[in-house]
């Protein structure tokens, strides 16, 4: 897996996002709009994950759109990923868009290395994700969820769950005296990815987002 790392590289808080291409084009912007949200040193590390779908996915499920099926790769994803938080002295925080909040919410439950987890967009449609969060214990205190307003409204039998998984994942983890917010925005799952994710990284660490 490649990485990009941006920021201080020297700081003592660690952001880590999963990416792929798409997120890379606006990951400065996203870096920008954190040093704006927030009056915090930061190093972001960006790690590139080569197959979507299979790096990402907690665990084994068929297509819900396209062909391509999920491969259950976390576990390694996840494994990588660790190899960055090895220095005791930092702060760590774990994020992401889309299938990679989902991975970070999921990682969340696996270890407590991450003070916060940022999921923007997740996808909390996934199938079988809303009994696992209900069924295992999260090692985190800090999570921040997003959605986009128009997300739900889709044809997609599976997706149309969005919003009611979402709701439900934010009123579990206050249940479970999480630090949790869950913040909705203007249009559909493509709209601002970067900017989104910026929020959720700045309100994880300690920074009420700006309007």
Known sequence: MNISRYGNLDADIVLIQPVDDHDLAGIENEVA???????QDFCLIAIRVGDWNTDLSPWKAPAVFGKEDFGGGADRTL?????????????????GYSLAALFAIWAVYQTDVFMGAAAASPSVWFPGFADYMKENRIRTGKVYLSLGDREEKT?????????????????LLKEQGVNTILEWNQGNHFRDADIRTARGFAWVMGEKAAE
């Open 33 to 39: 709009e954190i040093q704006r949200l927030t009056n």
């Open 79 to 95: 494994k990588e990923v660790l190899k960055y938080t090895e220095d005791p002295a930092k702060t760590y925080y774990i994020g």
């Open 155 to 171: 044809r997609n039998p599976v997706m149309a769950t969005v919003g009611d998984r979402i709701r439900e994942a934010h009123d």
